[in-house]
T-cell receptor, first 111, second 112 residues
Framework: DTAVSQTPKYLVTQMGNDKSIKCEQN?????MYWYKQDSKKFLKIMFS???????INETVPNRFSPKSPDKAHLNLHINSLELGDSAVYFC??????????FGQGTRLTVV | GEDVEQSLFLSVREGDSSVINCTYT??????LYWYKQEPGAGLQLLTY?????DMKQDQRLTVLLNKKDKHLSLRIADTQTGDSAIYFC????????????FGKGTKLSVKP
């Protein structure tokens, strides 16, 4: 059973489009995250979210928005996609102690 | 601000020991982590160490923490070709253990 699953695994889209990446965790964790890994493999946190609080990394453009329909899901919506948005996006969840569990990543390519 | 530094590349021969080093800045980090990323794959937690420990050993992996110097290292004994991957050092930001600051990753290449 996959603990943190993301869909799709690959996403190719044109500039200007709006797209979503879905994330689900079956671990019962309270907190979920989105991370971005750029072409140089640098990883940076974008958002952390639990049912009480959304924390946004100030460097993230407001074209990116997380949406959580319920505790087990944190989807990432991206409006007006740009070439520079091409990256691998990782969802993660955490029980608040010890570690974060990561999904397998979604490779987004904007053409 | 918080920052985690690692060297970007390390090359070793199969059977040798690998040592990957990391420095961090946030002294309030409760846990420090090592993650492994194989080509085209997600992040896999290898090990973590609580900030009040100096050392943690887990089979071929040894983590050393020098809290005074804010220096963390990962030693892989008897390195195998399957250990070739990118290794990320990470510290937890503030009180949230999943809110991680990652280093830029060290690419370990293991030559036969």
């Amino acid at each position: 059973d996959t603990a943190v699953s993301q869909t799709p695994k690959y996403l190719v889209t044109q500039m200007g489009n709006d797209k979503s990446i879905k994330c689900e965790q079956n671990l019962g964790h309270d907190t979920m995250y989105w991370y971005k890994q750029d072409s140089k493999k640098f990883l940076k946190i974008m958002f952390s979210y639990n049912n009480k609080e959304l924390i946004i990394n100030e460097t993230v453009p407001n074209r990116f928005s997380p949406k959580s329909p319920d505790k087990a899901h944190l989807n990432l919506h991206i409006n007006s996609l740009e070439l520079g948005d091409s990256a691998v996006y990782f969802c993660a969840s955490s029980p608040g102690r010890f570690e974060a569990f990561f999904g397998q990543g979604t490779r987004l390519t904007v053409v | 601000g918080e920052d985690v530094e690692q060297s970007l590349f390390l090359s070793v021969r199969e059977g040798d020991s690998s040592v990957i080093n990391c420095t961090y800045t946030d002294s309030s980090s409760t846990y420090l982590y090592w993650y492994k990323q194989e080509p085209g794959a997600g992040l896999q937690l290898l090990t973590y160490i609580f900030s009040n420990m100096d050392m943690k050993q887990d089979q071929r992996l040894t983590v050393l923490l020098n809290k005074k110097d804010k220096h963390l290292s990962l030693r892989i004994a008897d390195t195998q070709t399957g250990d070739s991957a990118i290794y990320f050092c990470a510290e937890s930001m503030g009180g949230s253990q999943g809110n991680l600051i990652f280093g830029k990753g060290t690419k370990l290449s293991v030559k036969p």
